[in-house]
């Protein structure tokens, strides 16, 4: 940490001179004496890594031949990896509107209520805990002991109870795929939750005054007025979730390691390039994860531009 603070120093002494030499110095030249080595930095740092991945992903396991497409070829044809590539996107079409949809519901049902201030901060809690202990809390949720063993799981000792049979939840598939998901849903709850909220909050007075007075009330408020209104929102919570879910490795390595038919493209590809020991066709995944996530980003800025437009 020493070192780090006493190169940041020197850095930007460095940089304080070289500006401060000239006179009269242009703003390019100012801007890029300031923005220069974060930009250096951000090459070295991602475009170079980036760039030879791509370059790995047409070689074989261990970049000593060319091969082509064929690895994005395999990526493409054999059934384990279609798998993983359904997984991925059941993952993106479940989990982002579940989180959504749970945040809206939560953010207009205690928007204004006695104790909205204690609700909204259970749903948040979760958001403080990491992805990986987060999914340990789960894991000990679903653990498994046979019937003659007292149980530690939350939810078999509920089945017990009821007089049921305790259930191997993360053996069976495609059902365990799902409560991974329950996993991203509860952390991410919060945070569609609170963005929601606050736009529904930032919706003009009298345009809910308005529409009082044609009558609307209700679901035919929600509907015609808050929905249109937050609309902005709502897309940037929903591809910002769904970005985080197309990266999501921490909770499916913690509670399954991909066993089970529950691994999805991240995991996959931590599997090939570290366990495998095939480079080629784990940096074939990261390409096509990456890939993946582009389109959904510049989506995302562009509501949150056309958004900011808005107010």
């Given at each position: 940490m020493i070192i780090a603070i006493a190169l940041f120093v020197v850095v930007m002494a460095l940089i304080l001179f070289v500006v401060d030499r000239r006179r009269n110095p242009s703003k390019w030249f100012i801007a890029g004496g300031f923005v220069g080595p974060a930009l250096l930095l951000l090459a070295a740092g991602l475009l170079y890594p980036a760039a030879g991945t791509i370059v790995n992903s047409f070689q074989n396991r261990n970049g000593s031949a060319?091969?082509?497409l064929d690895n994005y070829a395999r990526a493409f044809s054999e059934p384990a990896f279609l798998l993983v590539l359904g997984n991925t996107a059941l993952w993106v079409l479940v989990a982002p509107l579940l989180a959504t949809f749970i945040g809206l519901v939560y953010a207009v049902v205690v928007d204004h209520s006695r104790f909205e201030k204690f609700a909204k901060a259970l749903v948040f809690l979760p958001m403080a805990?990491?992805?990986v202990g987060a999914s340990?809390?789960?894991r000990f949720v679903y653990e498994f002991k046979p019937?003659?063993?007292?149980?530690?799981?939350?939810?078999?000792q509920l089945i017990v109870w009821m007089g049921g049979t305790p259930v191997q939840f993360l053996l069976e598939r495609p059902?365990?795929?799902f409560l991974l998901m329950v996993v991203l849903i509860w952390i991410q709850t919060g945070f569609s939750m609170t963005l929601l909220s606050a736009s529904i909050r930032a919706i003009p007075t009298d345009i809910v005054e308005a529409a009082r007075l044609d009558g609307l009330s209700g679901w035919g408020m929600f509907w015609?007025?808050?929905?249109?209104s937050i609309r902005p929102a709502?897309?940037?919570?929903?591809?910002?979730?769904?970005?985080?879910?197309?990266k999501v490795f921490d909770i499916v390595r913690t509670m399954t390691a991909g066993r089970y038919g529950t691994s999805v493209v991240a995991n996959e590809f931590y599997e090939q390039s570290f366990r495998q020991n095939n480079a080629g066709l784990g940096a074939a995944l990261a390409v096509l994860l990456f890939v993946i996530v582009i389109p959904v980003i510049i989506y995302n800025v562009r509501q949150m531009r056309l958004a900011e437009e808005v107010r």
């Open positions: 060319f091969i082509g805990i990491s992805m340990i809390i789960w019937a003659s063993v007292e149980q530690t799981g939350l939810l078999n059902g365990n795929t015609r007025i808050t929905i249109p709502l897309v940037v919570v929903l591809t910002t979730i769904a970005m985080t879910t197309l």
